[in-house]
C-alpha cells in the first residue's frame, strides 16, 4: 500500500457574502474553505482549499451582547502598550480586522497558516477587484 499525497493542484475563488451573518458561524465556514475541508483529497499538511473573498463585512452581527462586552486586544510593543478595544468600535472602525481575527483563531499557527491567511481577501463593501479571478458565490448558511 502506498500514501496517496496529492499535488498542488488548482485553487477556485469564492465570495461569501457576510451581510447578516454571525461572526463566528461565518468565520467557520470561511477557514474551512481556505484549509480546503471541503474537497475529497483533504491534506492536513497542505494548502489546497481556496482564495475566499468576503464581502459587505461591516454588516455582519454579533451575537448576544457581544457588540459591548467583546474586548479586542494588542500590544504595542512598548511598556504599557496594551491597547483594548470593542467589537462596536472595532466594527466601526476596521471591520475587515474582525472577520479576520476570528478567522485566525481557526487557522494553525505555522507556515501553512500564515499561507492561508493570504489567501482571504475581505472587503467593507460590496464591491472587490478580483472578477478576474471568476469568483462564484457560495452561500453560507
Known amino acids: 500500500m502506498k500514501t496517496y499525497f496529492p499535488k498542488e493542484t488548482q485553487s477556485d475563488w469564492v465570495v461569501i457574502d457576510a451581510e447578516g451573518q454571525t461572526v463566528g ?4 465556514q470561511i477557514a474551512s474553505r481556505l484549509r480546503g475541508k471541503h474537497r475529497a483529497d483533504y ?13 459587505n463585512a461591516e454588516k455582519v452581527v ?3 451582547r457581544k457588540l459591548d462586552q467583546k474586548i479586542y486586544t494588542r500590544y504595542t510593543g512598548y ?3 496594551l491597547k483594548t478595544t470593542t467589537a462596536r468600535v472595532m466594527l466601526e472602525r476596521h471591520p ?3 472577520i479576520r481575527h476570528a478567522v485566525w483563531g481557526m487557522l494553525p499557527k505555522s507556515r501553512l497558516g500564515r499561507k492561508l491567511i493570504r489567501r482571504l481577501k475581505i472587503y467593507a463593501g460590496d464591491a472587490h477587484p478580483h472578477q478576474a479571478q471568476q469568483p462564484k ?3 453560507v448558511a
Open 79 to 81: 511598556q504599557g502598550g
Open 96 to 98: 475587515d480586522r474582525v
Open 43 to 55: 491534506t492536513p499538511n497542505q494548502a489546497l482549499g481556496d482564495f475566499v473573498v468576503v464581502v
Open 137 to 139: 458565490a457560495l452561500e
Open 25 to 28: 458561524r461565518l468565520a467557520t
Open 62 to 64: 454579533f451575537s448576544g
